[in-house]
Structure formats: structure tokens, C-alpha cells
């Protein structure tokens, strides 16, 4: 539904960032947004657009861009952030037939080298 960071720049920092996504190889800026000048500004806020960024079955890569600084020495810092929306989880099957069977091996293997033992052997035999 949305992404929400907290941003600060230095004086001659960053005046606008921008977010991108990977649907459209980041050829389009979704929003942009202009943090406050040499302050802490938090909890900015982009939405996503509907239905776009609804029902996604590959997964998405969101990129932050900062540009127009005063300088090239000027920062920009992002923290806090994070995506919001919901999704659904599906189980992915397995079974238990691989893990039984190692189970079922390395005591097959034990019980021969018991065996073994008994009989003054202390190898195990094929």
C-alpha cells in the first residue's frame, strides 16, 4: 500500500527524493517527496497506486533516489523504513519421506555396527 522512512540532509544535501519501482524497470517516479532543509523529517509517506501495486504474484524491488543537492559534500539519510501493505502466504508442500529415510539409514548403520561389535568386529560390514 505504501512506503513510510524518516529522512534528514545536510544543508547543501538532497532537496528531493524520488521512489521507482521494478514493474516498470524504474522508468517512472512514483512520488517524490522534499525533506526538510538540515533537519529530521519523519515519517514520509509514498502510496502506491491501485490496482498496480495490487494482487503481484513476482516479487518487487523499490528504489530511493536522492537528487538536486547543493553540493556534491551535501548528504542524505534514510531510516525507519518501511513497506506496509499485506500479503498472502501460501505453504509451500513437502514431505517427509526424504527426511525418514536418512532417519532409517543412519539406524540401519547402528544397529550393524552393534551387531558387529558383539560378534569382536569393530568395522562395519556392507
Do not use: H
Not at 529522512?7 to 522534499?34: C, M, N
Not at 533516489?65 to 548528504?75: D, F, L, S, V
Not at 526424504?98 to 532417519?103: D, K, S
Request: with cysteine.
Amino acid at each position: 500500500n505504501s512506503l513510510t522512512f524518516d529522512a534528514q540532509r545536510s544543508t547543501q544535501g538532497s532537496q528531493v527524493i524520488a521512489v521507482r519501482s521494478s514493474l516498470d524497470i524504474y522508468a517512472v517516479t512514483l512520488s517524490t517527496l522534499s525533506p526538510g532543509n538540515n533537519s529530521f523529517t519523519s515519517n514520509l509517506t509514498i502510496s502506491f497506486p491501485a490496482p498496480t501495486f495490487q494482487n503481484l504474484t513476482n516479487p518487487i524491488t523499490f528504489r530511493i533516489y536522492g537528487y538536486n543537492a547543493g553540493a556534491t559534500a551535501g548528504t542524505l539519510r534514510l531510516d525507519n523504513v518501511s513497506l506496509n501493505g499485506s500479503a498472502e502466504i501460501v505453504p509451500v508442500p513437502f514431505g517427509f519421506a526424504p527426511g525418514w529415510g536418512i532417519v532409517a539409514s543412519g539406524i540401519g548403520m547402528g544397529l550393524r555396527k552393534l551387531k558387529n561389535k558383539k560378534d569382536g568386529c569393530d568395522r562395519i560390514k556392507a
